[in-house]
């Protein structure tokens, strides 16, 4: 009976050890394998910058058209034909520079004629002073009559008339002999010719000869919410100089000028709520042409010690702009932001970093808080940067 009871127990023990040996040999290895595998898993490359602390400019941003600070249709204020014609389409001209040239051989002649008339003019009053002078020396010997003076003494009136009439008709006719040149009134730029060599142009031509529009300086004229008037008004106040204006392309990438405000307009646009201001520009390069639509950017304020980080860095989710930040350990959290800008690539950040802060740039797509991450630069740094773009979404 003893020697029944003890054989189950001898197995029982075998089979114990056997379990034992099994888990040591396979499930205990397995176990640490994937332990040691999540924590060897791989690091996601980034692309990261440092949040930067420096004075930051504010601006107020508006859409505007550029015009010519000056236009000028050039018009003939005589009658005549189009002898020539002195400038090329679009050329660059200065006040007082020939464009056109109108017939003036008729203008010529009434001077000449003019000329001609004060001279017979001048003769006969030279003689007639001289008779003058006989008949008052013969009057007081009492060889000639009161009426006889008196008679003299008015027709010499009459040819000093004459005369200052013929002055005044040659002068009149040497003006409509310079109106026979057609000049620049401004300097600036020439446009399209209205009229050809041998027609005939007169003052009631609608289109002139040509329009010349000044193009340096420059204006600007653009808008704004009217909300945003007490704003300009004390700034206006506060400063001593006229507000900056900087003028942008369309897209915001090619920075065309700088110029400072002139007017703030004097009233407001009720259909729209918004209100209008010129600005002035310096425009050697030309880079702002009359009619062209550009984007204009008023300074305001310069905020000192304003925290910037690359426009990149800013992510939206569905609670609002957000960043990541890098910790110590190499794992990234989420902080929730609040921009107050964004200009010429940089974003200026109201609230959520710090300075000196790493946040990353490139790599977003690929995270979530607690991923552990690595720097990169160079050639994979733009590798990152473009897998971003891939994987965007689109706008």
């Known amino acids: 009976m003893k020697k029944k009871i003890a054989i189950p127990a001898a197995l029982l023990a075998a089979v114990l050890i056997a379990g034992g040996l099994l888990y040591f040999t396979h499930a205990m290895p397995f176990e640490k394998a994937a332990a040691t595998g999540q924590a060897l898993s791989p690091a996601v490359p980034i692309v990261a910058e440092t949040v930067a602390q420096h004075d930051v400019p504010i601006y107020l941003s508006g859409v505007g058209t550029v015009i010519a600070y000056n236009t000028d249709i050039v018009r003939a204020q005589i009658q005549g034909q189009i002898i020539s014609i002195n400038f090329t389409e679009g050329q660059a001209v200065h006040a007082g520079d020939l464009l056109a040239q109108i ?3 008729p203008y010529q002649a009434l001077i000449d004629q003019d000329t001609g008339n004060l001279e017979r003019d001048q003769a006969q009053l030279v ?13 007081q010997q009492g060889w000639a009559t009161p009426q ?4 003299q003494k008015a027709q010499v009136d009459q040819l000093q008339a004459a005369i200052k009439s013929d002055q005044a008709l040659i002068d009149a006719a ?12 401004i300097d600036g730029v020439a446009g399209i010719r209205q009229i050809d060599v041998g027609n005939i142009i007169s003052p009631s031509s609608a289109n002139g000869l040509v329009v010349v529009t000044q193009t340096d300086p ?15 008004q004390q700034r206006q106040q506060q400063s001593n100089a006229p507000l900056p ?4 392309n369309q897209d915001d990438t090619i920075r065309l000028g700088q110029g400072v405000l002139g007017l703030v307009n004097n009233e407001i646009l009720q259909t729209t709520g918004s209100i209008q201001l010129k600005a ?4 050697k390069s030309r880079r702002l042409w009359p009619g062209q639509l550009v984007n204009a950017r008023l300074l305001v304020e310069t905020r000192h010690n304003g925290l910037t980080v690359s426009a990149a860095v800013v992510q939206q989710g569905p609670d609002g702009p957000y960043a990541y930040v890098v910790n110590p350990d190499n794992t990234v959290a989420i902080h929730p932001i609040k921009v107050a800008q964004i200009s010429d690539g940089q974003a200026l950040i109201e609230s959520g970093l710090e300075a000196n802060e790493q946040v990353v740039v490139d790599g977003q797509y690929k995270l979530q808080p607690g991923t552990r991450v690595t720097m990169v630069h160079g050639k994979a740094a733009a590798e990152v940067a473009a897998q971003d773009a891939m994987q965007a979404p689109i706008p």
């Open 174 to 185: 040497q003006v409509e002999l310079s109106f026979t040149r057609l000049t620049s009134p």
């Open 280 to 283: 002035n520009f310096a425009n």
């Open 218 to 232: 420059i204006s600007l004229i653009f808008t704004l919410p009217e909300t945003v008037l007490p704003q300009i």
């Open 245 to 248: 204006v900087v003028a942008y």
């Open 127 to 139: 003689n007639a002073q001289a008779n003058l002078t006989r008949y008052t020396t013969l009057g």
């Open 148 to 151: 006889l003076l008196e008679t």
């Open 103 to 105: 017939d003036p051989r």
